[in-house]
């Protein structure tokens, strides 16, 4: 089992940043692909970033050039670096860990762009 803590979500401006921090316990987190996910209110999960155990990285395109995602294998910690934030970029950020078949989720921090 693994236990994922998300922290650093909160309200910012656009063309604000924020960076998210996610804290997993286990000793094998090295080996896991690590990611996170954001739900809006009212619409399904997205993908959003993750980080392979080689450290090799993916986006979604609708955060390209502004999120960048990243890993401390010494922490145990994942995190995810967000500028120039838009509105649309207002959702519950959910960090998740995916070995093998199976994948953990951690409770989620809310994001939120506002003037």
């Known amino acids: 089992q693994v236990q994922l803590v998300e922290s650093g979500g909160g309200l910012v401006q656009p063309g604000g940043s924020l960076r998210l921090s996610c804290a997993a316990s286990?000793?094998?987190?090295?080996?896991?692909?690590m990611g996170w996910y954001r739900q809006a209110p009212g619409k399904p999960r997205e993908f959003v970033a993750a980080?392979?155990?080689?450290?090799?990285?993916s986006c979604a395109d609708s955060v390209k050039g502004r999120f960048t995602i990243s890993r401390d294998n010494a922490k145990n910690t994942v995190y995810l670096q967000m500028n120039s934030l838009k509105p649309e970029d207002t959702a519950v950020y959910y960090c998740?860990?995916?070995?093998?078949?199976?994948?953990?989720w951690g409770q989620g921090t809310q994001v939120t762009v506002s003037s």
């Open positions: 286990g000793s094998i987190f090295s080996m896991y692909t």
């Open positions: 998740s860990a995916l070995y093998g078949i199976q994948r953990y």
């Open positions: 980080i392979t155990s080689g450290g090799s990285t």
